[in-house]
T-cell receptor, first 116, second 115 residues
Framework: GAVVSQHPSRVICKSGTSVKIECRSLDFQATTMFWYRQFPKQSLMLMATSNEGSKATYEQGVEKDKFLINHASLTLSTLTVTSAHPEDSSFYIC????????????FGEGSRLTVL | AQSVTQPDIHITVSEGASLELRCNYSYGATPYLFWYVQSPGQGLQLLLKYFSGDTLVQGIKGFEAEFKRSQSSFNLRKPSVHWSDAAEYFCAVGAGRAAGNKLTFGGGTRVLVKP
């Protein structure tokens, strides 16, 4: 079964509104989680690393104020797309390290955001 | 910096035929290598991984991959493809905890299976 769960799986919103996506680790703790963005027919691009108890680390070119990340507990990270615009429409996937120290990640099911 | 190249964007294969997906990586030390599969609109599922030891690794769904250090490759193979294998496949490289558990993904290869 899934060890990382994302919610919602699909969301449609109006331009200018904010959308929150949740990522939960099931039955294990994750001090770090990763948020990826995937455009249609393209690969996954790492957006940021979510750190429990501290600020997220953003990859170059990712707007911190646009994509707010909060790692509220050892099992929950949230990504909020603020003032969403159509160009923010994408597939967002979160992941958490397996804990083996080998870089293996467990991935969530993904969340498809459509901004009208 | 690490990087991954998947030279084939699309591959079409007949059901029952063999499949090989190419992956080349660039990394200064021994990498951790992964193959993930993604069905449309879904997250990623781990097929197999290589950390050390035997360079031929077996994964789920009948897949295997071979790590060749001299060629910086980690090609994925399956002897006989099933229609359900149609999906997007991603090769990824990481450095484990030393690199913050980050993975770098290749561009992906979309596999189409003909009846």
């Amino acid at each position: 079964g899934a060890v990382v769960s994302q919610h919602p799986s699909r969301v449609i919103c109006k331009s200018g509104t904010s959308v929150k996506i949740e990522c939960r680790s099931l039955d294990f703790q994750a001090t770090t989680m990763f948020w990826y963005r995937q455009f249609p027919k393209q690969s996954l691009m790492l957006m940021a690393t979510s750190n429990e108890g501290s600020k997220a680390t953003y990859e170059q070119g990712v707007e911190k104020d646009k994509f707010l990340i909060n790692h509220a507990s050892l099992t929950l990270s949230t990504l909020t797309v603020t003032s969403a615009h159509p160009e923010d429409s994408s597939f967002y996937i979160c992941s958490a390290p397996s804990g083996l120290g080998t870089g293996e990640l467990f991935f969530g099911e993904g969340s498809r955001l459509t901004v009208l | 910096a690490q990087s991954v190249t998947q030279p084939d964007i699309h591959i079409t294969v007949s059901e029952g035929a063999s499949l090989e997906l190419r992956c080349n990586y660039s990394y200064g030390a021994t990498p951790y290598l992964f193959w993930y599969v993604q069905s449309p609109g879904q997250g990623l599922q781990l097929l197999l991984k290589y950390f050390s030891g035997d360079t031929l690794v077996q994964g789920i769904k009948g897949f295997e991959a071979e790590f060749k250090r001299s060629q910086s490759s980690f090609n994925l193979r399956k002897p006989s493809v099933h229609w359900s294998d149609a999906a997007e496949y991603f090769c990824a490289v990481g450095a484990g905890r030393a690199a913050g558990n980050k993975l770098t993904f290749g561009g992906g290869t979309r596999v189409l299976v003909k009846p």
